[in-house]
């Protein structure tokens, strides 16, 4: 294969906000949980406060290993899509690779829930049989998804 066949097009992780957003939103509650806590106990009752940012404060040590969890999931998720081939990688220790060949796709779905085009992200569905009944790969969270099915569509028309 040429270099020109090899030249990476696009390459990206899914988008960041989907996988953080529900911890971040919980780590926000919390933190109004601790400031209630220590309200609590400078006007209210000192051991009521305490226990208030006892229970807060091991809530928010799990929410911050949740955090961690979501962004090696984050981070084990890569996408690359060359001239000849679109390449999904998945995992940490242990890499799952799917590389579908190009010139095998015969279509693609794009599918964008309100949340998706709010954020301007979407999901890409490659097809490489005749049939709708299960996607060959899935490009989930791409960001900007606009601009990579424009470079799927060049790639695809090539």
């Known amino acids: ?36 806590g220590f309200v609590v106990g400078q ?24 955090l961690l969890v979501q962004y090696f999931k984050w981070k084990s998720i890569h996408y690359i899509i060359k001239q000849d081939e679109i390449i999904l990688e998945r995992g940490i220790i242990t890499k799952d690779i799917l590389t579908i060949m190009v010139d095998k796709i015969e279509f693609y779905k794009l599918k964008r829930s309100l949340m998706d085009r709010f954020w301007g992200t979407g999901d890409i569905l490659i097809y490489t049989g005749e049939e709708e009944s299960e996607a060959e790969g899935v490009l989930n969270d791409i960001d900007n998804v606009k601009k990579v099915e424009e470079i799927l569509k060049t790639v695809l028309s090539a």
């Not at 406060?49 to 290993?65: D, E, K, N, R």
């Open 43 to 66: 006007y209210v009752d000192q051991l009521i406060g305490l226990i208030l940012l006892i229970t807060f404060a091991i809530v928010l040590f799990v929410l911050l290993g949740w």
């Open 1 to 36: 294969m040429s270099d020109e066949k090899q030249k990476v097009l696009w390459e990206d992780n899914p988008f960041w906000l989907n996988y953080f957003i529900h911890v971040i939103i919980l780590i926000i509650i919390d933190l109004a949980g601790i400031i209630t």
